[in-house]
């Protein structure tokens, strides 16, 4: 579990391997997600886009902007949570990802909280079945 915390909002990140969509010897390796964003402050904030920088074994970089987080732009009274799951392919059997939210206060103020970056790698016993 990874956790970061901007301005009162926290983001915590499990990942997990996903050997039955993966194929090491496709050089194909898929990861699942599940990313909790709680509004510890209090004020009311609205998560508008995201901002991922995935880099995998051998070090290149994918970036990925867009609206939004699983099509949706939730709104965070102080105390709730939302929780999402998605998921990330790479050809390698590891890598790491991080980035940030693009968010906005009730008040119009635009601001940027973090995603902590967390590791992906495929488990010691995965790589020994292969």
Known sequence: MYTATTRAIEVTVRPQYLPDQSDPEKSQFVW?????????GNETVQLRSRHWKI????????????????GKTPKLRPGDAFEYTSGTPL?????????TYQMVSES????DIEIPTFSLDMPSTERRLN
Do not use: C, H, W
Not at 55 to 70: A, F, I, K, M, N
Not at 108 to 111: K, M, Q, T, V, W
């Open 32 to 40: 699942a997600y599940r990313v909790r964003i709680e509004n510890k």
């Open 55 to 70: 880099t995998d074994g051998l070090g290149r970089l994918q970036e990925v902007r867009g609206p939004g987080v699983v």
């Open 91 to 99: 050809a390698t059997p590891s890598g790491i990802m991080g980035g």
């Open 108 to 111: 119009g103020e635009n601001f």
